[in-house]
């Protein structure tokens, strides 16, 4: 299987900071690479496909780079919604995996 | 719009099997394949299987193959998952997800929307 890590495991940041979030697959993924945003107690919103697109409706402070194996995932200007951790899916083979997640947190 | 919304809360004792359900609603049910992801308590997101409601054919992660049956019901649009020979390990949220796009290609895909998912507790 591949194997998605992302880092930092979590970060604190203040409101109007500009935030990345890394992720790296353990074999080229093409841009096959989405990333989510999940909030306590509620389920993974999409955010990001196909490593840079986003998602209808998603703010534009929010954009993702890369291919191959590595991928970045910017928040600029972080705002107080924006608390939550993120995760990072490839999409290559049938069987998806995700990274362990980033929980951003209030400084 | 496209929801997917998901059977209530379940508490099994370790074992037993446990079936759940996932509604869809809002577009063609068997346009888009399912995918079934569980969460256990603090941790990440973790595939179970999935399941294409038009052929009805489903493919299990290695970990579930011997315990997992996902099946469908094209008449109420519900997919269902169940998960037999439960552990206590197997306390999690399970969640359904939609897969985009619409097509049969095993790669370049994502997950949109999801269900609001299904607590199953497995405890003596």
């Known amino acids: 299987d591949i194997q998605m890590t992302q880092s930092p495991p979590s970060l604190s940041a203040s409101a109007g900071d500009r935030v990345t979030i890394t992720c790296r697959a353990s074999q080229s993924i093409n841009n096959y690479l989405n990333w989510y945003q999940q909030k306590p107690g509620k389920a993974p919103k999409l955010l990001i496909y196909a490593a840079s697109s986003l998602q209808s409706g998603v703010p534009s402070r929010f954009s993702g780079s890369g291919s191959g194996r590595d991928f970045t995932l910017t928040i600029t200007s972080l705002q107080p919604e924006d608390f939550a951790t993120y995760y990072c899916q490839h999409s290559y083979s049938i069987s998806p995996t995700f990274g362990q997640g980033t929980q951003v947190e209030i400084k | ?124």
């Open chain 2, 1 to 124: 719009q496209v929801q997917l919304v998901q059977s209530g809360a379940e508490v099994k004792n370790p074992g037993a099997s446990v079936k759940l359900a996932c509604k869809a609603s809002g577009y063609t049910f068997t346009s888009y394949s399912l995918y079934w992801v569980r969460q256990a308590p603090g941790q990440g997101l973790e595939w179970v299987g999935m399941i294409d409601p038009n052929r009805g054919s489903a493919s299990y992660a290695q970990k579930f193959q011997a315990r997992v049956t996902m099946t469908r019901d094209s008449s109420t649009s519900t997919v269902y998952m169940e998960l037999s020979s439960l552990r206590s390990d197997d306390t999690a949220v399970y969640y359904c997800a939609r897969k985009l796009p619409n097509n049969y290609s095993n790669s370049w895909y994502w997950f949109d929307p999801w269900g609001q998912g299904t607590l199953v507790t497995v405890s003596s």
